[in-house]
């Protein structure tokens, strides 16, 4: 590191200091990697929260905590002069999940949840400067659903902005370096009365290592020069073709990321195939454009998987025959741990140039087949399990059938 600038981009966010974590673990969990803040159009430090409609908050709330292990940290609702809905804040490592649920019939979140189910509805990312956010994607044709304002209260102020991406999806850009309240003004803070039990893990992981958009046909390159023009995103990866295909379906892919690589977002489309593919489900389901998967990184998949399992958390299965590959076992060489206890969870294994990393799938969270999770341990590599795509795709067409939907 060779500027004060580079140096400020590799600083901690007030989130990853409460949880403990440093540049280095930081480096193996999501890829952080050097950049030059001051040179960017649209600075963007990292991840805010991760905001979410729901059918039930008080429920979707509880299940996170007892099956996720996250902790409630802050939450908005009527008792506190919220009679629209109720909002639940948890935590986990440095990611944060806002919940949503509709309390007065009246609420807007209702129309929102018969349309689309359970889902995200908002990416919040933190920023050092909302205004030159603001004007720089009003400057590059970005649509802003919420002018640049603060909000105040006895913590402090909040400077806050919203700008529209795919479907109804929003980002939110928050500057919160001026506010040490819980969460936002009209939130107080919250302490669950779930009790975690004897021998459970502080926490089942530690950052949010990317999201996946799903858009619709012919859409993808649209989105990415979105997010290279107006917020100055990377382009990290691209996978077409049979890279990122079945016999039976196929989907287009590409990447982009923030400069220091903390928010990384593929953006997926349909290609045309046989059958209908996994994004043509999401798309149908969800009715639109929007946030697929979350990938959630861990240092250790192994405990992870094993008591998210016995919280009852379902995830894909991976055939054996995966695991008795020659080409794959000679290709991923060695990795910190045998392939019978890989073999064992169904965790999936991929090597690129830079190193490994493990990573498996939940099945859908919801009753709707549309959003899921992604646990993923890095060793070195920047990738997204490119050699896995055809087991994985395989899996969740075996799904798809089993709904009717393939």
């Not at 609702?77 to 009246?106: C, M, T, W, Y």
């Not at 073999?343 to 799938?361: N, P, S």
Request: glycine share 8%.
């Amino acid at each position: 590191m060779t500027t004060h600038a580079t140096d400020t981009a590799l600083d901690l966010t007030p989130q990853e200091r409460e949880a403990n974590l440093d540049i280095e673990q930081l480096k193996q969990l999501v890829g952080l990697v050097e950049y030059d803040e001051s040179k960017d159009p649209f600075p963007v430090t990292g991840w805010d929260s991760i905001v979410f409609v729901v059918g039930n908050a008080s429920q979707t709330a509880h299940y996170y905590q007892s099956a996720w292990g996250m902790e409630l940290v802050a939450y908005s609702g009527p008792e506190n002069g919220q009679r629209d809905h109720k909002s639940f804040v948890l935590k986990s490592g440095s990611i944060r999940f806002v919940i949503n649920g509709a309390v007065s019939p009246d609420s807007p979140l209702i129309e929102h949840h018969a349309k689309h189910g359970d889902g995200v509805v908002d990416i919040s990312l933190e920023v050092p400067d909302v205004d030159k956010c603001v004007a720089q994607a009003k400057s590059a044709g970005a649509r802003v659903v919420r002018e640049a304002e603060d909000i105040t209260d006895e913590h402090g102020t909040v400077r806050i902005a919203s700008i529209a991406t795919y479907g109804e999806t929003v980002h939110t850009l928050v500057d919160r370096s001026g506010y040490t309240g819980p969460y936002l003004p009209g939130y107080v803070a919250r302490q669950s009365s779930w009790v975690k039990r004897d021998g459970a893990p502080k926490r089942l992981f530690q950052a949010l290592d990317h999201i996946v958009g799903n858009v619709e046909l012919g859409k993808m390159d649209e989105w990415v020069t979105f997010y290279n023009k107006v917020m100055g995103f990377v382009n990290m990866a691209e996978f077409i073709g049979d890279d990122i295909a079945t016999d039976y379906s196929a989907l287009m892919s590409k990447v982009v990321a923030n400069g220091n690589h903390r928010v990384k977002f593929p953006l997926n489309e349909p290609a045309i195939a046989k059958r209908k593919s996994q994004i043509d489900e999401y798309l149908e389901f969800y009715n639109g454009p929007g946030a697929q998967h979350l990938a959630l990184a861990t240092n250790d998949i192994l405990r992870t998987v094993d008591e998210l399992r016995a919280n009852g958390v379902e995830f894909l299965d991976t055939p054996d025959s995966y695991y008795g590959d020659e080409e794959l076992r000679s290709r991923i060489g060695e990795v910190r741990a045998p392939i019978e206890e890989l073999q064992k969870r169904k965790i999936l294994v991929d090597r690129d140039e830079d190193g490994y990393l493990l990573q498996i799938f939940t099945k859908p969270l919801g009753d709707r087949p549309t959003v899921f999770f992604e646990i993923i341990e890095r060793h070195g590599s920047l990738g997204f399990g490119k050699g896995n795509f055809k087991a994985l795709f395989e899996a969740i067409e075996r799904e798809q059938d089993a709904r009717g939907n393939l």
